[in-house]
């Protein structure tokens, strides 16, 4: 299967129907490097570790099961109607199964199931218990949890293991606006039954957005010290459908950090290197708070990730300018064998670091509901 790679940047909802070529896509150096290397030392590819040539181990997964929604956060779609993916272009929970227990055997240890927005697709629950039968070590999702209060329960007797839920304003109107729904009381609600679950301490991710609700950082502080959670603050990354994103609007890391410690004295939380957010608890009570500095701290050079997209695409950065189309190996008849080496190719070609901070630099066509954050 050496060389049958399908890479092309596409854009959101990306359907590649063309005929493949392979001669217009041949394998880089390094790519034939890592193979010879697999060849040589290992009896498989699954005895090889999924590394890639900066060195970094790859050790998480995130699975988007869907580019589908209930919500039209200001951040990530757009309030126009966008197209979507066809059923026929979504991998089928058995394509994923096959994938992810290639991947495990290759060293994934974390799979977060996202989306879009993963409780709209039938069938999730069952595929949380199907990854834990893989052995997945660490199994997450992230949500909107407009329908988790119904589900928390069958999820957490699937096997998920944590759970990350997004909340970007505690004022009903101001999350109305941002998310454009009257969801308000289902997420608090399903907030409510995640912490009353094996999920808690239940994990909440608020995009902040210069001049929305970037007035709430200490409210949010507050709110993690009641609930006794974990407050995350994501810097808000250039990944929006309408392209509003620019730097000005950025509320980085090091302000939240600022305010909310003059209010309340945090103590650093010792942290995996390659986890995405640097954490602090409150020095005086309950609760913890994490900043996601992806913009003005980018923290690529421990990065462990990569994504499969709902259309069976590896990507090997959120700012990847070329997917890498496991379906159509998958469909073609390909063996484990051949996807795992194609894999391994795949991932030893992951880019360095993203490039927000650099001149030129243009964002991917994929946003982020088409990507799975
Ligand atoms: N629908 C689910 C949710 O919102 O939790 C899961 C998918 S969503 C794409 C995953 C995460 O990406 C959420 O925490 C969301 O806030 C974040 N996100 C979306 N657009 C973003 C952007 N432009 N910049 C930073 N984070 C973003
Ligand atoms: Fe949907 Fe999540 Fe994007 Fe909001 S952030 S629109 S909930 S996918």
């Known amino acids: 299967m050496l060389g049958l790679r399908v890479r092309a940047e596409t854009p959101g909802p990306p359907v590649w129907k063309g005929e493949y070529d392979w001669r217009k896509f041949p394998p880089a150096y390094a790519q034939v490097q890592t193979r010879i290397w697999a060849f040589l030392f290992f009896e498989s590819w699954s005895e090889m570790p999924l590394t890639d040539k900066f060195g970094r181990a790859i050790t998480d997964l995130r699975v988007s099961v869907t580019d589908r929604c209930n919500f039209r956060c200001v951040y990530c779609r757009s309030a126009n109607p966008e197209n979507h993916m066809s059923a026929d272009d979504l991998l089928s929970w058995d394509e994923y199964e096959r994938l992810v227990r290639i991947l495990v055997a290759m060293g994934i240890r974390k799979v977060r199931v996202t989306g879009g927005e993963p409780l709209v697709r039938e069938g999730v629950e069952d595929f949380i218990a199907?990854?834990?039968?893989?052995?997945?070590?660490?199994?997450?999702?992230?949500?909107?949890?407009?329908?988790?209060?119904?589900?928390?329960?069958?999820?957490?007797?699937?096997?998920?293991?944590?759970?990350?839920?997004?909340?970007?304003?505690?004022?009903?109107?101001?999350?109305?606006?941002?998310?454009?729904?009257?969801?308000?009381?289902?997420?608090?609600?399903?907030?409510?039954?995640?912490?009353?679950?094996?999920?808690?301490?239940?994990?909440?991710?608020?995009?902040?957005?210069?001049?929305?609700?970037d007035d709430e950082v200490?409210?949010?502080?507050?709110?993690?010290?009641?609930?006794?959670?974990?407050?995350?603050?994501?810097?808000?990354?250039?990944?929006?459908?309408?392209?509003?994103?620019?730097?000005?609007?950025?509320?980085?890391?090091?302000?939240?950090?600022?305010?909310?410690?003059?209010?309340?004295?945090?103590?650093?939380?010792?942290?995996?290197?390659?986890?995405?957010?640097?954490?602090?608890?409150?020095?005086?009570?309950?609760?913890?708070?994490?900043?996601?500095?992806?913009?003005?701290?980018?923290?690529?050079?421990?990065?462990?990730?990569?994504?499969?997209?709902?259309?069976?695409k590896l990507r090997t950065c959120l700012f990847s300018k070329d997917d890498h189309d496991l379906k159509f190996l998958l469909r073609g008849g390909a063996t484990d064998r051949e996807i795992g080496?194609?894999?391994?190719?795949?991932?030893?070609?992951?880019?360095?670091?993203?490039r927000i901070n650099e001149p030129g630099f243009v964002p991917p066509s994929r946003t982020m509901v088409f990507i799975g954050g």
């Not at 329960?153 to 009903?172: E, T």
């Not at 729904?181 to 608090?188: E, N």
């Not at 039954?193 to 210069?210: D, G, M, T």
């Not at 995405?276 to 421990?302: H, M, N, W």
């Open 130 to 213: 199907r990854l834990k039968a893989l052995g997945v070590q660490d199994l997450s999702m992230t949500t909107n949890a407009h329908l988790l209060a119904e589900r928390c329960d069958r999820l957490v007797g699937a096997g998920l293991g944590r759970i990350n839920i997004s909340l970007d304003s505690l004022d009903r109107a101001k999350f109305e606006r941002i998310t454009r729904t009257k969801s308000f009381d289902k997420v608090m609600a399903g907030i409510d039954a995640a912490q009353a679950s094996p999920l808690r301490p239940v994990k909440i991710n608020a995009v902040l957005v210069r001049g929305v609700n």
């Open 341 to 354: 080496d194609e894999i391994l190719a795949i991932v030893a070609e992951k880019e360095k670091g993203h």
């Open 218 to 312: 200490e409210a949010f502080a507050q709110f993690a010290r009641e609930r006794d959670l974990i407050m995350r603050f994501i810097e808000f990354m250039p990944l929006d459908a309408d392209r509003a994103w620019t730097r000005d609007t950025v509320v980085t890391g090091a302000e939240v950090h600022r305010r909310i410690s003059a209010m309340w004295p945090l103590v650093p939380v010792v942290h995996e290197r390659s986890e995405t957010a640097r954490k602090y608890r409150f020095a005086d009570g309950r609760g913890e708070i994490g900043l996601i500095s992806s913009v003005s701290q980018p923290f690529c050079g421990f990065c462990s990730r990569i994504r499969l997209t709902a259309d069976g």
